[in-house]
């Protein structure tokens, strides 16, 4: 049951990676804020869900500080692209999503092939 609430937090995630092509102008960011609320949750149910998953599992030092580094950026981007959304700055805003759907890329490189990271 765990593992089915952490990918579909995992799905809904999806929309940082299409975000960096549709926050270009201003006239979507209400919308697009909404949505952001949304995947904020979403983040959250993934950091509860992710951490008892991993408690289950034995993953090297190196995974664990990787995982929480970029988690900790992704919360950090997300709630400051918030703020730029609430200002109405158009051009902040598709920068940060650009920067949050390359974490959440890497992010989910490392939950897919965590031998990448080294011992």
């Keep these: ?26 006239n979507n960011l209400p919308v697009l804020r ?4 949304v995947g904020m949750y979403l983040l959250i149910l993934q950091f509860l869900t992710g951490g008892y998953l991993a408690s289950q599992y034995d993953p090297t030092v190196a995974w664990y500080v ?3 580094v970029l988690l900790v950026g992704l919360f950090a981007v997300t709630g400051i692209m918030g703020k730029k959304m609430k200002d ?13 759907a390359i974490l959440l890329i890497l992010i989910v490189a490392i939950m897919y092939e965590p031998s990448w990271l080294p011992y």
Excluded: D, E
Aim: proline share 2%; glycine share 14%; hydrophobic share 50%.
């Design 1 to 26: 049951m765990v593992l089915f609430l952490h990918l579909l937090g995992s799905i809904g995630l999806g929309f940082y990676l299409l975000l960096p092509f549709f926050s270009g102008r201003a």
């Design 34 to 37: 909404s949505m952001n609320r």
């Design 66 to 68: 990787t995982t929480a």
């Design 88 to 100: 109405g700055n158009a051009g902040a805003v598709q920068t940060l999503s650009a920067v949050n």
